[in-house]
């Protein structure tokens, strides 16, 4: 059973930092062989993708987080992270990690609160 472990978000305030980790209890070699994403859900609305990043290192951002967020990845720890700078309050959500197998084995974790107070 594959299960994705959050961690790192609180409140801050507008202009701040704040670094999450999705650990992932999978092996390694699954893990460094897949793509891990950042998804983000408001209240009241869809949930939406902040950012993933490849098994070749490459990354893709949703236009509102470019040059605030990077998405990183350690296979040495089956950990990714999402380093949040300039936080505004337009970037509180509920955060989650995922890790998609397949249609069918697509994994979530429990997810994190981040709110950024103005």
């Known amino acids: 059973q594959v299960q994705l472990v959050e961690s790192g978000g609180g409140l801050v305030q507008a202009g701040g930092s704040l670094r999450l980790s999705c650990a992932a209890s999978?092996?390694?070699?699954?893990?460094?062989?897949?793509?891990m994403g950042w998804y983000r859900q408001a209240p009241g609305k869809q949930r939406e993708l902040v950012a993933y990043?490849?098994?070749?290192?490459?990354?893709v951002y949703t236009e509102s987080v470019k040059g605030r967020f990077t998405i990183s990845r350690d296979n040495a720890k089956n950990t990714v992270y999402l380093q949040m700078n300039s936080l505004e309050p337009e970037d509180t959500a509920v955060y989650y990690c995922?890790?998609?197998?397949?249609?069918?084995?697509?994994?979530w974790g429990q997810g994190t609160q981040v709110t950024v107070s103005s």
């Open positions: 990043i490849t098994n070749a290192d490459s990354t």
């Open positions: 999978v092996s390694g070699s699954i893990f460094r062989l897949r793509t």
């Open positions: 995922n890790l998609k197998l397949s249609t069918v084995y697509d994994y």
